[in-house]
């Protein structure tokens, strides 16, 4: 089986631009978390989607969206970049939620200037 | 807030030594994950241990759950430059409802 891709791997951006960020989980996987990579804060949580549905969500300000779609690949959004949002951004995949093993992807950079 | 402390944050050491890298909160875990995260790739999952007191060996790693279940440590035997990576101990948060990742152990095995 293909693990999780996730595209672009690398991404510049200015401030206030916005960003779509696009995760292809395992195949049978329903379930899709998004997570936020810092030096400073380290790996946290962004939001979960299951069945096109946002499931549960992290601290994370509006600015961060996403959504699911039918096939279960997943888009995030990040409007009006600032420069904090600079990180790995990294999905992670599983057959039905957060409580199961999470199959990660390798990370997209994000550098905001 | 349930916070994980991971320690230390940086280790560098000889290959061919032992070590150990700890997990603790003040919270009580209804399981704990370890994951392996190595430069330019996504996390993996190495265990989830779930019973307090419950020691998991994975080749030359062992795992082990603290008996209250709010603390967790891995030790390494025999290190390998293999073993270089991040290491994150997790866990899910009020009812599954979003996951916590320490603040993570990164590990430099000299050859």
């Known amino acids: 089986k293909a693990g999780v891709t996730q595209t672009p791997r690398y991404l510049i951006k200015t401030r206030g631009q916005q960003v779509t960020l696009s995760c292809s989980p395992i195949?049978?996987?329903?379930?899709v978390s998004w997570y936020q990579q810092t030096p400073g804060q380290g790996l946290q949580f962004l939001f979960e989607?299951?069945?096109?549905?946002?499931?549960n969500k992290g601290n994370f300000p509006g600015r961060f969206s996403g959504r699911q779609f039918s096939n279960s690949r997943s888009e995030m959004n990040v409007s009006t970049l600032e420069l904090g949002d600079s990180a790995l951004y990294l999905c992670a995949s599983s057959l039905q939620g957060l409580e199961e093993t999470q199959y990660f992807g390798p990370g997209t950079r994000l550098l905001v200037l | 807030t349930q916070l994980l402390e991971q320690s230390p944050q940086f280790l560098s050491i000889q290959e061919g030594e032992n070590l150990t890298v700890y997990c603790n909160s003040s919270s009580v875990f209804s399981s704990l994950q370890w994951y392996r995260q190595e430069p330019g790739e996504g996390p993996v999952l190495l265990v989830t241990?779930?019973?307090?007191?419950e020691v998991k060996k994975l080749k030359r790693l062992t795992f082990q759950f603290g008996d209250a279940r709010k603390d967790s440590s891995l030790h390494i035997t025999a290190a390998q430059p293999g073993d270089t990576g991040l290491y994150l101990c997790a866990t899910q948060y009020s009812s599954a409802s979003k996951i916590i990742f320490g603040s993570g152990t990164r590990l430099s095995i000299r050859p």
């Open positions: 241990v779930v019973t307090g007191g």
């Open positions: 989607y299951f069945s096109e549905t946002q499931r």
């Open positions: 195949s049978g996987h329903r379930s």
